[in-house]
């Protein structure tokens, strides 16, 4: 999916010291923005006090198809033309620990502020999927450095975070499973073996949630099932024809 033609962006140490320090900031900032609107807004208290879905395995598995779902979706933009550029990657191993340690930390910098946020501050205001909509877009934007395919990507991740927090209220797991997802940041900056290794644990991790999730739906839902295999089955015959137009001559 990433491009292997474009070499990623070096950061120097004080690239990477000022973007931990920024992380600090917005961390700090996400939390007190949600303290402050359950201190000021009683009605989005009670929202908040009112328990979600019981099951935190099953908000890890539908986490994990919402993954699924945003890679394939990256996946089919790449081929259109919209390419996924790679990470940054820290440029001397002084800064690379600490690089990676921003990556485990995202999840505390963007959950609150991307996902429990929005709904917290707009839920009976909106509807929730626009709610999912406006999360996402913000979402994307903040990941645009990994190229157009990026924005699509975080864009479904981020909107899928949004209904799985509506749904199980449960901002930790989101926290956790955002900083267990980038854990093999911390490879970055210690050589290829490292990085290769990080880059499939990571891929095995994803893969493997998203397919407990597809099973999952498959077992408890049957309703859904023949709508999930009809709407795959147009999937794939839609990258079918995608790939092999491409490759027709001029």
């Known amino acids: 999916m990433v491009d292997p033609q474009l070499a990623p962006t070096s ?31 009683p009605a989005q208290r009670l929202w908040w006090q009112t328990p979600g879905q019981p099951s935190a395995l099953a908000m890890t598995r539908f986490w994990g198809g919402a993954q699924l779902l945003a890679l394939a979706c990256a996946g089919a933009a790449s081929t259109v033309g919209l390419r996924m550029e790679p990470p940054p990657v820290p440029a001397v191993e002084s800064g690379a620990w600490l690089h990676g340690l921003t990556m485990v930390l995202a999840g505390l910098e963007e959950e609150p502020l991307l996902a429990a946020l929005p709904v917290i501050l707009l839920v009976g205001r909106m509807p929730v999927l626009w709610i999912a ?16 395919a990026g924005f699509v990507w975080a864009f479904v991740w981020g909107g899928a975070a949004v209904l799985i927090y509506f749904v199980f209220r449960r901002l930790w797991l989101l926290i956790v499973l955002h900083g267990l997802s980038n854990a093999p940041g911390l490879a970055l900056g210690h050589g290829d073996w490292w990085e290769l290794g990080a880059s499939l644990v990571k891929a095995s991790f994803l893969v493997g949630l998203g397919v407990w999730c597809m099973i999952a739906v498959h077992r ?31």
């Open 11 to 41: 950061l120097d140490l004080d690239d990477v010291v000022r973007r931990f320090e920024e992380q600090v900031v917005w961390i700090a900032v996400g939390f007190m923005a949600i303290g402050g609107v359950l201190h000021f807004l």
């Open 133 to 148: 909509v406006l999360a996402g877009v913000m979402r994307g934007l903040l990941h645009t450095y990994y190229g157009p």
């Open 220 to 250: 408890d839902h049957p309703h859904l099932r023949q709508a999930f295999h009809d709407r795959i089955w147009l999937a794939l015959k839609w990258l079918w024809f995608r790939v092999h137009t491409r490759r027709l001559p001029d």
